[in-house]
C-alpha cells in the first residue's frame, strides 16, 4: 500500500451491497474484465489484499449505536497484510461528504497510544489521532480482518473504488496489538461490495447495478463484527437486511 505519511481521500459516496457466492462470483469476473485493478493488489490479477483493523469505541458504546458526533466517524488502525507499518485513521461522514483522513507510522508506534501524551515525540505524525482518542474516550473494542478484491474506474471526476470483501472474521480485543488465533466468523457465505465515486455515480457503476438488479444494504463490518463476538446487539432491522443476499 502507499507509503505516504499522512493522506486525505474524500468521497462524495460510498455504497454497500450485500451479495450471495454465485452472485459476487459473476460481478468479480464482470469487473475484472471491464476495470483495471488497484495499483497496490497482489495475487494472480493484481487486485488482492488483507486487511486488518482495529476498531475503537467509548465504554458506552456510542460508535456502535450511533450515538450523536460518534455515529459520523469511527477510529481505528489499519493494517495491510503482514506489513510493519500501519494506518491511524479516520473515517468522517457528513451529509454531503465521506472523507477518511490517515497517518502512516511504524506498528512499534501504537505502543505511544496506551502511554501518556507526554510521552509522545514532539514530530511523531499520530498525535492528531492520539489526541482524538483521549478526546472522545476512545478504546480498542474488537480486530477485524477480511479479504478484500479492489478494481478502479477513472471517471470525469478522478477514481472510483469498486471492492468486494469476503472471509470476514472477528476477534475481541482491549489492547491496540494484533492477533492472531481462534477467530469468530462474521457473515459466513456473504460478500460486500463497495462503490465509492464523488460527485455522481459512474457510467460503469450504473451499469453494473443495473444489470445484476442491485440494492444497496446497510452494512458495517465493525457493528457486525461487535454482534457477532456478542460485544453488542445489532438492532432486528439492521439484522434483515444484513441477511436478505440469498
Request: aromatic residues 10%.
Amino acid at each position: 500500500m502507499s507509503e505516504e505519511s499522512r493522506e486525505h481521500r474524500p468521497f462524495a459516496a460510498e455504497v454497500k451491497f450485500l451479495l450471495a457466492p454465485s452472485e459476487a462470483d459473476a460481478i468479480r469476473a464482470w469487473a475484472r474484465g471491464k476495470l483495471p485493478p488497484d495499483p497496490h493488489g497482489a495475487g494472480e490479477n493484481a487486485d488482492y489484499y488483507r486487511i486488518t483493523s482495529l476498531y475503537d469505541d467509548t465504554a458506552a458504546q456510542d460508535v456502535f449505536f450511533r450515538r450523536g458526533s460518534f455515529g459520523r466517524s469511527k477510529y481505528r488502525v489499519r493494517r495491510y497484510a503482514d506489513s510493519e507499518m500501519v494506518f491511524l485513521e479516520r473515517k468522517l461522514r457528513t451529509k454531503n461528504l465521506l472523507t477518511k483522513r490517515r497517518t502512516l507510522v511504524p506498528i512499534g508506534d501504537l505502543a505511544l497510544l496506551e502511554s501518556s501524551p507526554d510521552s509522545w515525540p514532539d514530530d511523531w505524525p499520530g498525535k492528531w489521532f492520539g489526541h482524538r482518542l483521549a478526546a472522545r474516550r476512545l478504546a480498542p473494542v474488537c480486530q477485524v480482518a477480511y479479504n478484500r478484491v479492489a478494481r478502479l474506474a477513472n471517471t470525469a471526476c478522478g477514481f472510483a473504488r469498486l471492492t468486494m470483501d469476503e472471509n470476514l472474521q472477528a476477534w475481541p480485543t482491549g489492547r491496540r496489538k494484533f492477533q492472531d488465533g481462534p477467530s469468530q466468523p462474521v457473515l459466513a457465505d456473504k460478500v460486500i461490495l463497495e462503490l465509492k465515486y464523488r460527485v455522481g455515480m459512474p457510467a460503469v457503476f450504473k451499469a453494473l447495478v443495473e444489470e445484476f438488479g442491485l440494492r444497496p444494504a446497510p452494512v458495517s463490518k465493525y457493528r457486525l463484527s461487535m454482534a457477532a463476538l456478542g460485544l453488542a446487539v445489532v438492532p432486528a432491522s439492521e439484522e434483515s437486511n444484513a441477511c436478505q443476499a440469498s
